[in-house]
């Protein structure tokens, strides 16, 4: 079975300087493996295509384990996984589902490596006024507080 974490040594090395980073590594009992990458910007076929050789040249099939391996851009509409990829979707609409089961829709104001602040627009009966209004709120998430966060994408 190829070694994972030799796998994921070759895999960042490979995108060193690219902007490009490592968002899931998956490698099944029958050496199945499923490389996910992200990147700031727009990650190409070229640039997958260039981390599979960087695999390809480390763990050579005819002399070692065989292997199938797909590499590929983590999808749109995939949940966030990492504080860089919720600072990447600042500004975004998300919708998040908490540990304790709220779903939320709103935009994702900020992100650090702890959380992020999600503002929601809610409807609010205000003291003084006879009929609810909309307000916006802010509510500050820790990652582990949250079983998944989604990019809203409209078209």
């Known amino acids: 079975m190829i070694d994972k974490t030799e796998l994921e040594r070759v895999i960042n090395e ?10 899931t590594l998956k490698v099944s ?3 199945i493996i499923d490389v996910a990458l992200d990147s700031d ?4 076929i070229d640039d997958c295509v260039a981390v599979n050789d960087a ?12 292997y199938e391996l797909t590499v590929g851009s983590y999808g749109l509409t995939s949940p966030l996984l990492l504080p860089r990829q919720y600072r990447n979707s600042v500004g975004n609409d998300v919708e998040v589902l908490t540990a304790d089961g709220r779903k939320l829709k709103g935009v994702l104001e900020d ?4 959380g992020f602040t999600l503002v929601t627009t809610v409807k609010k009966k205000l003291e ?3 009929r609810p209004e909309m307000v916006e709120e802010r509510e500050r998430f820790n990652y582990n507080d949250i079983k998944q966060t989604k990019n809203i994408i409209t078209i």
């Open 14 to 23: 490979a995108l060193e300087g690219t902007g490009m980073f490592l968002v």
């Open 29 to 31: 009992k029958d050496n």
């Open 41 to 44: 910007e727009d990650i190409t």
């Open 55 to 66: 695999v390809l040249a480390a763990f050579d099939r005819d002399t070692g384990e065989d």
């Open 111 to 114: 992100a650090d490596d702890e």
């Open 128 to 130: 003084g006024k006879k």
